[in-house]
């Protein structure tokens, strides 16, 4: 007879405090799954609103959540209370908006010397 896994218990807390997806997932469901889910269920109305899975990043324990794994093997203790994980959106024209500012703002503080 199989072991089955116990569910996990997840919700995800968005930029503004509210909470949402809370449901049981599969400890076997990788991180991209569940942001895909996110955006899929994503609220209407937010201001901030991803329209990617590349947009979303889930954080837990301080940690940002690599896609490729599980809530487990991303060593998210079960403990069975509901888990939270906050949600980062950052559409991708915004991450190439802040490389261009870092780029202009590095050029200007930076000095050069002329020996003559």
């Known amino acids: 007879m199989a072991v089955r896994e116990e569910l996990i218990d997840l919700k995800f807390r968005i930029y503004d405090g509210k909470d949402i ?24 109305g937010k201001e901030v609103t991803p329209k990617l899975v590349n947009d979303v990043k889930l954080i837990h324990g301080g940690q940002f959540l690599d896609n490729r794994k599980t809530p487990s093997e991303s060593r998210v203790v079960f403990d069975g209370n509901v888990i939270t994980m906050h949600v980062v959106v950052q559409p991708n024209g915004l991450k190439n908006t802040c490389l261009e500012e870092q780029e202009r703002e590095r050029k200007m503080n930076s000095c050069s010397c002329t020996i003559i």
């Open 21 to 44: 997806c809370h449901d049981t997932y599969e400890p076997s469901t990788t991180i991209l799954t569940l942001t895909e889910r996110l955006v899929a269920e994503w609220p209407e």
